[in-house]
Each structure stands twice: as structure tokens, then as C-alpha cells.
T-cell receptor
Framework: DTAVSQTPKYLVTQMGNDKSIKCEQN?????MYWYKQDSKKFLKIMFS???????INETVPNRFSPKSPDKAHLNLHINSLELGDSAVYFC??????????????FGPGTRLTVL | DQQVKQNSPSLSVQEGRISILNCDYT??????FLWYKKYPAEGPTFLIS?????DKNEDGRFTVFLNKSAKHLSLHIVPSQPGDSAVYFC??????????????FGKGTKLSVKP
């Protein structure tokens, strides 16, 4: 059973298009994140959602909008795609277990290529 | 402004020897540190963590050392195995005692363990 899943795994699209990436977690976690890993390999947080409320937005352009229909899902919508949006996008959820704090469980990533 | 730095982009080690991956941080508010391992085409997976109240945490072949005065931590893998070949990300968070904090990631170090 996949704990955090993302679809699609690969996404190739033209500049100016609108696209969505879906994320689902079956871990029962309350908080989910979207990260972007750019060409320089930095993993940077974009958004987090806690019980359907956006609690972080790290200076991401408003062309990007997270949508959470329920606690298990956090989808990422991107409008008017630009070349610089090409990156790998990771979804994650956060959980707590004894002795380990702030452990984030990542999805497999979605490689977005904007042509 | 990199708050978490992994200055070695790659490391090559012989099987059976020790692998030492280094990480430096600049933010003195960080109080919890994690190491993630990432295979190609997969999301990062949690490996080991340490809180700022400790200077060492061990889990099997993996040991993390924390030197707060130097703002430096390292991950030791002994003995290294070919299956350890992956990219290792160092991450840090603040507010360990409070709400779940953001994770700030380094750029990663690619470890290659040669048979």
C-alpha cells in the first residue's frame, strides 16, 4: 500500500496551459505539504495544509493554488504555466511517532516539463 | 540564503568502509535535524533524526552526530553497502517543542558505494 501517492508521475505540457497534480495520503495525517525541487536540486516548501486550512505559503506565485477536498488529498493547480515551472514536485504528509518528530512522508514526485 | 548546507555534492566510498556525510546550518533556532535518503525517481524517505538536546543518535548502521557549537551535523554509515547508494538530504526544523515546523533542506549529497 502506497502511503503518499501522486499522479501523474510525468507531465509534459506547453507554456500557458493550466495543469493539476493530485496527491493522496492514506496515513491519516492532518498536515500535507507541496515541495518543489528545482534544477539546482533544492527541495523548497511551497504550501502546507492542516485540516483544510492553508497555513504556509512561501512566496509562491498566485498561479499556484493548492486545493484540499478532504484531509487525505492535497492537489496542486498551476495556471498559465511558465518555463521556470519545470521541476519535480513532491507531495508530503507529516506524522508523529514515538521518539521521532516532524517526520514527513513523501510521494514519489511529479516531473513537470514545460515546453 | 542557504540555512542548511551540504557542501559536498557527491561522495564515493568502498563497500564495507565508513561513509561520512556532512551538513552545516546557520540558524541557531533549529532544534531538530533529520536525514532523508532518496533513490532516483522516488520521494525522499526518512532515515534518522536527532534533537538538539542530544549529540548522538544511533540506529543500526546509521549514526548522526550533532555539534551545536559548530552548527554541524554528520551522518555516519558503517559499514557502507552498495544499497546505500542514494542522495542524502539533511533537513532542519525549529520549534521542536511546539507546533510542527517547516523542514529546511540542504541540496543533498550523492553517495556512491562501490562493491
Amino acid at each position: 500500500d502506497t502511503a503518499v501517492s501522486q499522479t501523474p508521475k510525468y507531465l509534459v505540457t506547453q507554456m500557458g496551459n493550466d495543469k493539476s497534480i493530485k496527491c493522496e495520503q492514506n496515513l491519516g495525517h492532518d498536515t500535507m505539504y507541496w515541495y518543489k525541487q528545482d534544477s539546482k536540486k533544492f527541495l523548497k516548501i511551497m504550501f502546507s495544509y492542516n485540516n483544510k486550512e492553508l497555513i504556509i505559503n512561501e512566496t509562491v506565485p498566485n498561479r499556484f493554488s493548492p486545493k484540499s477536498p478532504d484531509k487525505a488529498h492535497l492537489n496542486l493547480h498551476i495556471n498559465s504555466l511558465e518555463l521556470g515551472d519545470s521541476a519535480v514536485y513532491f507531495c508530503a504528509s507529516i506524522g508523529e511517532r514515538e521518539g521521532i518528530h516532524n517526520e514527513q512522508f513523501f510521494g514519489p514526485g511529479t516531473r513537470l516539463t514545460v515546453l | 540564503d542557504q540555512q542548511v548546507k551540504q557542501n559536498s555534492p557527491s561522495l564515493s566510498v568502498q563497500e564495507g568502509r565508513i561513509s561520512i556525510l556532512n551538513c552545516d546550518y546557520t540558524n541557531s533556532m533549529f532544534d531538530y535535524f533529520l536525514w532523508y535518503k532518496k533513490y532516483p525517481a522516488e520521494g525522499p524517505t526518512f532515515l534518522i533524526s536527532i534533537s538538539s538536546i542530544k549529540d548522538k543518535n544511533e540506529d543500526g548502521r546509521f549514526t548522526v552526530f550533532l555539534n551545536k557549537s559548530a552548527k554541524h551535523l554528520s551522518l555516519h554509515i558503517v559499514p557502507s553497502q552498495p544499497g546505500d547508494s542514494a542522495v542524502y538530504f539533511c533537513a532542519a526544523s525549529a520549534n521542536y517543542g511546539g507546533s510542527q515546523g517547516n523542514l529546511i533542506f540542504g541540496k543533498g549529497t550523492k553517495l556512491s558505494v562501490k562493491p
